[in-house]
């Protein structure tokens, strides 16, 4: 009487012709010298926040640009244009995350040619479930988890963090108003993403944010050594 | 090519057969006499630390019970617990939203005598996109909200605001630290879902949680006028 396995047959279909586009993706990224940053969390963690200050200080150093997904309204496209870096807004309607064919379509509708970009950032909808499944062609899958939330969210959402190459943890002025557990943070993201890399970091105030862009730097670097070699 | 459309139908099926099990839910709820509340959110917003708080109040005065829903832990119900009430936790694996028929066999699995409870609450899974096609069977919905989240979530998310009946506004003690316009939250509220009665409130200092339990016992009052009419 269940109809979930036929759901579950569907889903993996879809999820098959994902990674086909995301892998043409990856390939295109890499020809063009274009790094990849992909940003998840939960709705109200600062993604776009963090992505603005991002966009700001990095663009006097590198040539950057960012999509940006939500299911309605073109609001943050709007707020990453103050940071002058060229921003396309991608609408899902329903879907609880971007696809890799939403990707390839915003860049080809923008004409970006790909090979003028250092870094291409690209916000995911705000969900700790359903962009987990979901390859976009990145280099890098950022999970961010704001000192608001509480520090179990790792464990009560192990698919992401498992999805993810890094974290950080937002809002860092906060921690002192909600008693933040940074220990406690950590040992659950260790628990579910042993040797996972976390960054913490205020885009309100900037503290942490240059040993996160240090980072980048270090990760565009390396991806071109391997590209050239 | 894409399997979208087939993937529509499948899921319509799926909320088809939800639908059925929810009304049948609902018959027995009413019949038993309580009433049910639904909370939804984003992850972190404050939804266990509310309930936990509501709980612990409503228990002097109240047969109360709760349901808890999430990806993975039993840490919720282990809060939860502390405040003496029943509470059994749902564990979705995958599934970002809770369905009717976790309700009903969490219920049965529990052998709660429905007809011993005056209200009976249904924490949903953190998330702000998959719980809002799902009816589990409550008289009312509550999707909660964060000062911290931004002001602009009912606009990036209408579906979940539109689904439910009454929107709290929660960690109201952080409202100045995240310099939090209410005018802005209550207007974006409202155009998405006009005429929504909202809540602030604190669980951490309790302010607000003593306006939100008079309606919640008049709506418990309304609901057993209507069934003896």
């Known amino acids: 009487m269940s109809p979930e396995p036929r759901l579950l047959e569907v889903r993996k279909n879809v999820l098959k012709q994902n990674d086909v586009v995301a892998r043409a993706l990856r390939i295109r990224f890499h020809a063009a010298g274009v790094f990849v940053v992909s940003l998840v969390s939960s709705p109200g963690s600062g993604k776009t926040a963090f992505l603005e200050k991002t966009l700001t200080m990095l663009r006097s150093h590198y040539r ?104 950080i943890v937002t809002k860092s002025d906060l921690a002192d108003a909600v008693e933040f557990d940074w220990e406690a943070t950590q040992r659950n993201i260790q628990a579910v993403r042993p040797g996972m890399r976390v960054f913490q970091l205020s885009a309100k105030t900037g503290d942490g944010m240059q040993e996160f862009f240090g980072f980048l730097a270090q990760q565009l670097a390396e991806s071109r050594t391997v590209a050239a070699v």
Chains 1, 2 share one sequence.
Not at 80 to 95: D, E, F, M, W
Not at 122 to 149: A, F, Q
Not at 156 to 162: A, D, E, G, Q, R
């Open 64 to 167: 950057v640009a960012a999509l940006v997904g939500d299911l309605a309204t073109e609001n943050d496209a709007a707020r990453l244009a103050r940071s002058q870096a060229p921003v396309k807004q991608i609408i899902t309607g329903t879907l609880c995350h971007l696809e890799a064919a939403m990707v390839q379509n915003a860049v080809e509708e923008e004409g970006w040619n790909l090979g003028n970009l250092d870094f291409l950032f690209i916000e995911n909808v705000g969900n700790l479930v359903c962009p987990s499944s979901y390859d976009l062609g990145e280099d890098l899958r950022v999970v961010l988890l704001s000192v608001t939330e509480g520090e179990d969210k790792p464990l009560k959402y192990p698919t992401i963090f498992n999805s993810a190459d890094v974290a």
